[in-house]
């Protein structure tokens, strides 16, 4: 089993930024990549970023450039910093663990409200 804990969510206004954390724990051997998806009310979970094992990061064409994927190993930690936030920025960011021939980890979400 793969446990992910995210903190960081909250309200910012628009230009502003927050700090999202993902914990990871359990048998973390089994994945492959790490990141963030969100959910916006309404809409399907959508891809934010990624990290994989050799410091690769993917992003979205949505937040290139104003978002940030870090990883601290020692703390099995992955940090998402999010500048220039815009009101579509605001859902709920969940952290996501791929798992090859396992189901995927998830973690149970944290919400950013971004408004003025």
């Known amino acids: 089993q793969v446990q992910l804990v995210e903190s960081g969510g909250g309200l910012a206004q628009p230009g502003g930024s927050l700090r999202l954390s993902c914990k990871a724990s359990g048998r973390l051997f089994e994945i492959d990549s790490v990141g963030w998806y969100r959910q916006a009310p309404g809409n399907q979970r959508q891809f934010v970023a990624s990290?994989?094992?050799?410091?690769?990061?993917t992003y979205a064409d949505s937040v290139k450039g104003r978002f940030t994927l870090s990883r601290d190993n020692a703390k099995n930690t992955i940090y998402l910093q999010m500048d220039n936030l815009k009101p579509d920025d605001t859902a709920v960011y969940y952290c996501?663990?791929?798992?090859?021939?396992?189901?995927?980890?998830w973690g149970q979400g944290t919400q950013v409200t971004v408004s003025s």
């Open positions: 990290i994989i094992a050799n410091g690769r990061t």
């Open positions: 996501h663990g791929r798992r090859p021939g396992r189901s995927d980890a």
